[in-house]
């Protein structure tokens, strides 16, 4: 049975949302905290009741992801500042050959992104592109394509960064289980969405490397390859073992509890990511000459912008929170239950709609996810809500247009107009979303 006026006021709060966002450009962090009293008020709870669940909500979220999403921001901004992200690029450029350059470009854009932030890792791999557009004389557009596609796959489908892991948290979803359905739903959307629309798109439009950016052509020394994968591989192989380890998959492996119970520790995200940071601290850092002091000073940088993310998956918690405490999420979920509509779908479209309207695609993923985990089952396996994620991740990536910072940032650099930038970002980007929820759903059947 629906209640109408629980409806009213989820609609009323996610209206409230978008028009202060949209119209009169207020911080998503307010607008979420926002829009969450207005559900509260509408839903007619009581004043205290909703100033007890906003502070449930950002305490129970906070918890988890202020830490991860910490320790991850640190950890990229040394392996940047070591140069690793530029090596790894050289190395796959060198042994994949220039005629298979876009795929080496979507595989670097796909490692890079996992420490490193999207814009960032684009930003100091650029000039690549550029350098090989000038060797080849083909379009712009053969190399660009992959290495965004990468970029983008992995900062939205592949923990520890920042979206997944805020979604991941409001669903309660394990992590370990993120990462690993995040790799293989990745892996296909990125050739799909990468080297083989980039090879359609770069014969439809010719784009010269942007005259006045000059490549870098200083010798840099770069970390090795090898040290590069390992230190970026630690956190991931550590928290994907520790659930594995403690899954029904070896369940009657013989090991014992005392040990189950330390490699637990060890392959929690927290651990995981402190002990890829004080080896990137010192292997990356101290043992290359990089002093104590410039260390410091590039990881506290990097609590700038992982702070606003935390703050504003923290408002996402609320707004989830005020959904539960007022039993909207539970009605929804009967409804849709008794219409037969797969909280698959529902958490999909949600994400699209939010993503399109108001562009930000960590808005879209944290309100989805608010809309989606009063709708969770007590009965849903943990790959149900990893799938879940990698859904939410899907439908927040399609169709990035002028409301979105990365349009911008990607029109600039590759020296595209509007138009050119719809027929391929924004094109590519709706690739990602409808292959990625493709492959989600496949993936959902077979579990």
Same mark, same amino acid.
């Given at each position: ?28 962090f307010i607008a979420l905290l926002i829009a ?56 796959? !450029? ?10 080496? !470009? ?21 000039? $690549? ?21 990468? @970029? ?36 296909? &959307? ?8 980039? #090879? ?18 200083? &010798? ?17 192989? @550590? ?9 029904? !998959? ?12 330390? @490699? ?15 080896i990137a601290w010192y292997v990356l850092g ?8 410039? !260390? ?56 699209? $709609?939010?993503?399109? @309207? ?12 608010? $809309? ?39 029109? #600039? ?7 050119? &930038?719809? #027929? ?24």
């Amino acid at each position: 049975m629906i209640d109408f006026s629980l409806l009213i006021a989820v609609f009323s709060g996610i209206a409230v949302l978008l028009i202060l966002i949209l119209r009169f450009k207020i911080q998503a962090f307010i607008a979420l905290l926002i829009a969450s009293i207005v559900v509260g008020v509408m839903a007619g709870m009581s004043p205290e009741a909703i100033i007890k669940t906003m502070q449930e909500g950002m305490g129970n979220t906070l918890g988890f992801v202020a830490m991860v999403v910490g320790l991850g921001a640190m950890f990229g901004a040394i392996l940047e500042h070591s140069g690793g992200a530029e090596a790894l690029a050289n190395y796959l !450029l060198e042994k994949f050959g220039e005629k298979r350059a876009s795929w080496a !470009l979507m595989l670097t854009g796909f490692f890079v992104a996992i420490p490193v932030f999207f814009d960032v890792a684009f930003i100091i791999l650029v000039p $690549l592109i550029y350098s090989l557009q000038r060797k080849t004389k083909k379009s712009l557009l053969l190399y660009g394509m992959p290495l965004l596609a990468g @970029l983008a796959i992995t900062h939205a489908f592949i923990p520890p960064t920042p979206g997944p892991v805020a979604v991941a948290d409001i669903l309660k979803a394990d992590l370990g289980w993120v990462i690993l359905f995040g790799f293989i739903v990745g892996i296909p &959307t990125a050739i799909a969405s990468g080297p083989l629309f980039a #090879k359609y798109i770069s014969k439809r439009i010719f784009v010269e490397a942007p005259k006045l950016i000059e490549t870098n052509q200083e &010798t840099h020394n770069f970390p090795g390859i090898g040290v590069i994968l390992s230190i970026i591989g630690i956190p991931i192989i @550590l928290i994907v073992g520790n659930t594995l380890l403690n899954s029904p !998959l070896l369940e009657n492996v013989n090991i014992s509890e005392n040990i189950k119970s330390w @490699l637990k520790m060890i392959g929690h995200p927290f651990t995981a990511l402190i002990i890829a940071n004080i080896i990137a601290w010192y292997v990356l850092g101290i043992r290359r000459q990089t002093t104590k002091d410039i !260390l410091l000073k590039i990881t506290t940088a990097s609590m700038a912008p992982a702070g606003i993310i935390i703050l504003l998956t923290g408002a996402g918690g609320v707004f989830k929170q005020m959904l539960v405490n007022t039993k909207t999420g539970e009605m929804l979920a009967n409804y849709f239950a008794d219409k037969g509509v797969s909280i698959l779908v529902f958490a999909f479209l949600a994400a699209v $709609l939010v993503r399109i @309207l108001q562009g930000s695609a960590t808005v879209a993923m944290i309100t989805a996810a608010g $809309l989606t985990a009063p709708l969770l089952l007590g009965d849903s396996t943990e790959i149900n809500k990893a799938l879940l994620v990698i859904a939410i991740a899907s439908g927040a990536s399609i169709m990035s247009h002028v409301n979105d910072s990365g349009f911008w940032l990607v029109s #600039k650099y590759l020296g595209l107009s509007e138009k050119q &930038t719809f #027929k391929s970002w924004t094109v590519m980007t709706t690739i990602i979303a409808l292959v990625g929820f493709s492959t989600v759903c496949l993936l959902w059947i077979i579990f």
